[in-house]
């Protein structure tokens, strides 16, 4: 939540400063900043409520001219979004500038001792109480801002990535993070600052990603010392970046959500790449051939994280237990948290996060590491806390996903998390290498499959005028298509503001049955599964509450077909892998939907792609 960026260089700052905003947007986008060290000597700040754009607007007859600057944007969280509450923050006396991504938890007590020493504040934000206590600092006690900056961190609790500038310092931005990201791109001359490499990708490849309590002190000239808050220096790891342009843009899309559902084949394709060798009949996943023992001895899987990560954890639950027999629970990462959780050594905990940076999921592998479980990351960013605080993982591959509301993180993580299952079984003997082979060369063809289903595009836009004015949906779906039916409500909700409900379909006459009639459509994913059978009852029990179905078969079916009011078929599958080739048609009503309602899909109202507060 909220996007950091920073630039100290002979560019054009505002430029490449607002450049980095757009591309952070999918972080928060309720307020929108700049901080810029003018040729006067002086700190402008130009904030305003509202997007990127807006702030665009509102500079366009403003002097920008400077060399170094800092920017924001915003995802609120103390303060209501408004101009006053947008960042970049001021000290009182107009010294520093502050940005900030994070929450300072105790910033009431600090707030109220800086008042009693006649600190007056002028908006609700935690993070104005962090700018006028490091100015406090370095007033009281005649310091650099390096050491205010360190000071003031000392006595903060929370999670912070920031940025700072000083009036009569421009050739300085000390940045620093404790729980929340930041990464400081190293060009030619010139340093960048962002929340995550995407706002410097063109101007550099070589990054360094700062760790949880390091300070970076970034000075023209190319010099970059990064410190911790006792002052000890730590090594610079330079990373090359292996990110293209391209992926950050629409590419003839009119929108990041409907790119990412139509690059589906190729996210899957790069996702399965070398994983699945031998024409399908071997699987392999270097994080579990590197930690045999682990999931030999893994007496059960514990699976946290949130929103669509979660369910495809879900999924994730059904693949493990059907293929390795291993007892698996699926976690709220929010809930298992505070739950005072039961943790074994012997058991391993799988966190699933596209951003890898999550703060419930972090938290909750916190918890698992102290407990002693081993635990293993499943995440897409590169180089994202996720990975680098468990103990192996597995990359997802899909590339950048800038539509807030996820689509192939989704799949990819579906996917791997069905390769994880197969070399578990592989390891552990649970399925004959027959079953494995048969599973293996679906999975070959899943990027085509996927690619089939996308065809029903078209055809899925006609459908959507039809439901776009419901003001309620269920979805209903039995094993591998309950997850499913949980992700397309979620989308449906996400992206169009209708309320949508998934239930599993057998649960459906324990209460939701009694909402159903003709305003309200239902959803039913029902392809040919070992529960077909079952859910045929399930569409015959809504058709008979006079309810209007849209129900996803596989094709050829004539049963259902027959019974709802509309069908969208998708190629069969094994049903391990139904539930990546049924989730896409959803994305799809869900996204068409949205679009008749003249919604922005790609920045739904109140979210925020990367949730790194509680
Ligand atoms: C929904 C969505 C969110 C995220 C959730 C977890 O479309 O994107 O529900 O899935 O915020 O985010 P990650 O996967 O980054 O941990």
């Excluded at 970034?218 to 990373?239: H, P, Q």
């Excluded at 925020?608 to 509680?614: D, M």
């Amino acid at each position: 939540m909220c996007g950091i960026v920073g630039y100290l260089g002979e560019g054009n700052v505002y430029d490449i400063l607002i450049k980095g905003l757009h591309r952070l947007e999918y972080r928060g986008y309720d307020s929108a900043g700049v901080a810029l060290v003018g040729k006067d000597g002086r700190i402008n700040i130009f904030k305003t409520k509202g997007k990127v754009s807006n702030l665009e607007a509102f500079c366009a007859d403003k002097n920008l001219d400077s060399s170094v600057g800092i920017a924001h944007t915003r995802w609120a969280t103390h303060g209501e979004p408004s101009d006053t509450n947008a960042h970049p923050h001021f000290s009182e006396d107009g010294n520093i500038a502050i940005v900030h991504n994070g929450t300072i938890e105790n910033y009431k007590v600090l707030k109220d001792a800086l008042e009693q020493h006649g600190c007056t504040f002028h908006s609700e934000t935690d993070t104005e109480v962090l700018a006028q206590l490091i100015e406090y600092i370095r007033l009281t006690n005649k310091c650099s801002l390096l050491s205010a900056v360190r000071q003031a961190l000392k006595q903060v609790v929370g999670a912070y990535a920031i940025a700072v500038l000083e009036k009569d310092n421009p050739d300085t931005i000390i940045a620093a993070r404790q729980s929340s990201p930041l990464v400081i791109g190293i060009g030619d001359g010139e340093f960048f600052l962002a929340s995550d490499a995407t706002p410097f990708v063109e101007y550099t490849k070589e990054c360094v990603y700062l760790k949880d309590g390091e300070i970076a002190e970034i000075r023209r000239g190319e010099s970059l010392k990064i410190t911790n808050l006792d002052n000890v220096e730590a090594e610079i790891d330079v990373t090359t970046l292996k990110m293209s342009i391209s992926q950050l843009e629409k590419g003839g899309y009119p929108h990041f959500m409907l790119k990412e559902i139509f690059e589906q084949p190729d996210t899957l394709r790069d996702c399965i790449r070398g994983r699945v060798v031998d024409r399908g009949s071997r699987i392999i996943i270097n994080g579990i051939n590197d930690h045999k023992d682990k999931f030999l001895g893994a007496k059960r899987i514990v699976i946290v994280a949130c929103g669509t990560s979660w369910h495809a954890g879900l999924l994730g639950k059904y693949l493990l237990q059907d293929m390795c027999r291993i007892p698996v629970v699926v976690e709220y990462a929010s809930e298992f948290r505070y739950s005072n959780p039961v943790i074994d050594k012997d058991d391993v905990v799988i966190a699933i996060s596209q951003s890898g940076e999550t703060a419930d999921t972090l938290a909750a592998i916190q918890i698992a590491k102290k407990a002693g479980a081993f635990v293993f990351g499943i995440s897409n960013v590169v180089g994202s806390s996720i990975p680098r605080e468990t103990y192996a993982g597995c990359y997802i591959h899909v590339g950048p996903e800038i539509g807030v509301a996820s689509t192939k993180a989704f799949t990819g993580q579906v996917m791997v998390l069905t390769l994880i299952s197969l070399a578990i079984a592989q390891l552990r003997g649970t399925l004959t290498q027959d079953e494995i082979e048969q599973v293996g060369k679906a999975v070959l063809k899943i990027p085509t499959y996927v690619q089939r289903v996308l065809e029903l595009a078209d055809r899925i836009e006609r459908l959507s005028l039809i439901f776009t004015y419901a003001r309620n949906f269920l979805y209903l779906g039995r094993g591998y298509s309950y997850p499913v039916a949980l992700e397309g409500a979620l989308k449906l909700k996400e992206i169009s503001y209708i309320h949508a409900e998934g239930y599993p379909a057998a649960e459906m006459k324990h209460g939701p049955i009694a909402l159903i009639d003709q305003e309200m459509p239902t959803v039913i994913i029902a392809p040919k599964d070992h529960l077909y059978e079952k859910i045929v009852s399930n569409v015959q029990q809504v058709k008979a509450r006079g309810g209007n179905i849209l129900a996803i078969v596989t094709e050829g079916d004539t049963v259902i077909s027959n019974i709802a009011d509309h069908v969208l078929e998708v190629p069969e599958m094994p049903e391990c892998l139904t539930p990546i080739i049924t989730s896409v048609p959803l994305q799809l009503l869900s996204y068409y939907i949205a679009i008749n309602k003249g919604k922005d899909v790609d920045m739904p109202r109140n979210l925020a792609k990367s949730v790194t507060v509680e």
